[in-house]
């Protein structure tokens, strides 16, 4: 089974208005960090946001949000106020602890988000 | 925030030769750093990660003798592809941590491989 879905392969929306990335997790894991981060055309991962699995409110980074509902085990992304520069591939990634004081990044297949003027 | 920095970001090579990226973590030590390869308009695959002054860790199905994994210090790690074959060619990104207990991980701008 995949550990990071995202069912969006692409996904379009208009300058300014709102837009929700989907992201679910599958984890047995009590301790766990989700990331998101945004890869634009010239290829560079930007981090945007992260969750920790004990971190009880959703975290935010200006314009970004992360809806996180742990029982359903999703880690959606809210962009607010979309711009033209958002357009981008955007990829949710979990990391879990792999034992011996190591851990694994596994990403998910990505959304490619074009933003319409 | 923390910087990674990744050289060369574009590298053609004829078959046969071998290629060394590196990546340097350039204002804290990264304990571990993280090796992954995209293929075009694909997800970031993990090929290996590479703490300090120990051999690297391979995941399953990424040949060790033909991607050499070096974290020779707390602000280097190198990947040397070596015979490389057109196959080889890929996009390769490394990204590199503070620590376990970091929420963020820092990646570098990535070292577009092309194997002629």
């Known amino acids: 089974a995949q550990k990071i879905t995202q069912t969006q392969p692409g996904m379009f929306v208009q300058e300014k208005e709102a837009v929700t990335l989907d992201c679910t997790y599958d984890?047995?894991?009590?301790?766990?960090?989700l990331f998101w981060y945004k890869q634009p055309s010239s290829g560079e991962m930007i981090f945007l946001i992260y969750?920790?699995?004990?971190?009880?409110q959703n975290a935010t980074e200006g314009r970004y949000s992360l809806n996180f509902q742990k029982a359903r085990k999703s880690a959606n992304l809210v962009i607010s106020a979309s711009q033209l520069g958002d357009s981008a591939m955007y990829f949710c990634?979990?990391?879990?602890?792999?034992?011996?004081?190591?851990?694994?990044?596994?990403f998910g297949k990505g959304t490619k988000l074009s933003v319409i003027p | 925030g923390a910087v990674v920095s990744q050289h060369p970001s574009r590298v053609i090579c004829k078959s046969g030769t071998s290629v060394k990226i590196e990546c340097r973590s350039l204002d804290f030590q990264a304990t571990t750093m993280f090796w992954y390869r995209q293929f075009p308009k694909q997800s970031l695959m993990l090929m290996a990660t590479?703490?300090?002054?120990?051999?690297?860790?391979?995941e399953q199905g990424v040949e060790k003798d033909k991607f050499l994994i070096n974290h020779a210090s707390l602000t280097l790690s190198t990947l040397t592809v070596t015979s490389a074959h057109p196959e080889d060619s890929s996009f390769y990104i490394c990204?590199?941590?503070?620590?376990?207990?970091?929420?963020?991980?820092?990646f570098g701008e990535g070292s577009r491989l092309t194997v002629l």
């Open positions: 590479s703490n300090e002054g120990s051999k690297a860790t391979y």
């Open positions: 990634a979990m990391r879990e602890y792999s034992g011996a004081g190591s851990y694994q990044l596994t």
């Open positions: 969750q920790g699995s004990y971190d009880e």
């Open positions: 984890t047995s894991d009590q301790s766990y960090g």
């Open positions: 990204s590199a941590s503070r620590g376990a207990d970091t929420g963020e991980l820092f």
